[in-house]
């Protein structure tokens, strides 16, 4: 059989062969299921269940090399045990944990299902249980030792040849491969700012998150649409406008130099609030923008321009990309969204207003006002709509604070009763984050009560994070070019990776002097154990190539306890990265990489990778545990790149 690591190509007409060899012999042996089936057909289903489970595992060859999922195919193994040794948990499904105290992995359900077999009557000793699948586990080239412990535990060992084949790929390959998943469209919306203000804290949450979602889906094989639904359309560019015409009558011909956006939004404001005749002509230039009148539509274009270029500096610093596509973009489709929902009978027109009411959600959405303007809500449903039928979206994730949750239940409602989602055929999806808090749990801001600006916040963290090098006395000793991508990585690293190791649903609490502590889960700390790794191939003189060289030649043997915990860990990237796509919780990311650096250090602790012969003096490289390191580096900048963060060679 091929197994991970094996060259599939040279046995594709014996697998082909053993295929339709076993599929025949499948359809012989397939019988009903009954309670108490006599030895014989016991037999015979025994068989039909290894059979299957040969048929499964044999397909699936090519697919299990260097991107294995070990604890998908511990629990295939298992379960499949499970349901040979007793055919009436035919949908029964096996739990396997990690487990770093009796063995590699754990499978505690032989226990669990006492209760079961006496509600069919059946009083079995869990142990007597266990014992009975361990018995019954098929072939394969995963598993080296099974054992039990106390009422029934079974404790599970992979071989060392699995944890090989992960490590000598990665380094082999330089990179980490990821781990197979059906691939879909995906359209992400995140960031979305409103045109004319700055960004703030408030956007710096679904920035971050939004882009870390999108890298790590990217990685994985999707295709993914990231679309910036910016706040670029309503009655707000009308006093824009306005004020625009007065202020720079010839903007026509001579650009306006509009720089300070936010002066010239609160002048507009002001003027809107205080001045009767200049409030009428705004909403007069409203109608005449959704009209697309040249002069008004020139002057809206003016004003989007320059609120661009500013969120492209935020983005740029914090090395995000993303297509802006706002509101407006939608304005031509709103007519064809509200006349098929009209037509679908789904609206109700009530004191003016049009109105969509969704059974079961507290608040209707307003499809068109009382002044037969468009909402919100009527643009959202528009978007939904032109991301299924045009941008064909398998998936639509929507990074907004869960100020919105009951929004989006509504609209996700609308959408289906309108019949373009299909829950059971595609997946709307609100990521909603918590808010974020100044070091006093309220709501984050300035000293002076304002709404801190994000451009604010990035420059407090650079001079933050130069302070901190400085004052380890890094400045002495890197070169100004190698300080710059350290203060940079630090600065926009700590902010970054305080927000997503937190579990977003919650509030979290903004403090630079937790974020730049070199202890604990930080950025700080995981970037200097990434520079420190790199350091130790080049205290060794050893090339790159050098340590590939030796894992493709070499098996490793993973004799103590500390190099196989961390083969383990290593090799264990590929199950956070599967649980982190079940519901996009990057955190999980980062709590498994802060468990690979702490794993990383008690085998660097306990296991020298250059040490001096006490004879000779000369230095002893160990040529298995630098790959070790490689390995774990290349995991490591791996996880780093999912979350958006900038990793140097020196810090």
Known sequence: MAVAGDKPEAHWEQLESELDSLNREAEDLEKGIVNDPPKELSDLMTENEKLKYRIKHLSKSVEIESNLIISDQLTSLITTAFRISFPELLNFEAKVTSSDKFADFQCNDALALVGEFKKLGKNLNPRLIAQT??????????????DIAGPGYININVKTQVLNNFIKSVVSDQTVKPPFVDRKRVVVDFSSPNIAKEMHVGHLRSTIIGDSICRLLEWVGHDVLRLNHLGDWGTQFGMLIAHLEDKFPDYLTVSPPLSDLQTFYREAKKRFDEEEEFKKRAYELVVKLQKYDPPVYKAWQMICEVSKRDFEKIYKRLDVSIIPRGESFYQSLMDETVAELRRANLLKDEEGRTLFFVPGTEVPLTVVKSDGGYTYDTSDLAAVRQRIQVENADWIVYVVDSGQSLHFNTFFAAAELAGWYDPYRMRLQHVAFGVVLGEDKKK?????????????????????????????????????????????????????????????????????????????????????????????RRKANVSVEQVQDFAAK?????????????????????????RTLVDLHIHYLCDYMYQLCTTFSEFYDNCYCIEKNPASGQSIIHMHRLVLCECTALVMEQVFQILGIKTVSKM
């Open 554 to 578: 070499n098996s490793l043997e993973l004799k103590d306890k500390h190099e196989r915990k961390l083969g383990k860990m290593l090799i264990m990237f590929s199950d956070s990265v599967k």
């Open 444 to 536: 984050f801001k300035s000293r002076s009560g304002t709404t801190i600006k994000l451009m604010d916040l990035l420059d407090e963290g650079l001079k933050r994070a130069m302070d901190t090098l400085v004052e380890k006395g890094r400045d002495k000793e890197l070169t100004n070019e190698e300080l710059v991508a350290a203060q940079e990585a630090v600065a926009y690293g700590c902010i970054k990776y305080a927000d997503l190791s937190h579990n977003y649903v919650h509030d979290y609490v903004f403090s630079f002097d937790r974020m730049l502590d070199d202890k604990g889960n930080t950025a700080v700390y995981l970037l200097y154990a990434l520079t420190r790794i790199r350091s130790i």
């Open 133 to 146: 699948v361990v018995k019954n586990v098929p072939q394969n080239q995963v598993i080296d030792t099974l």
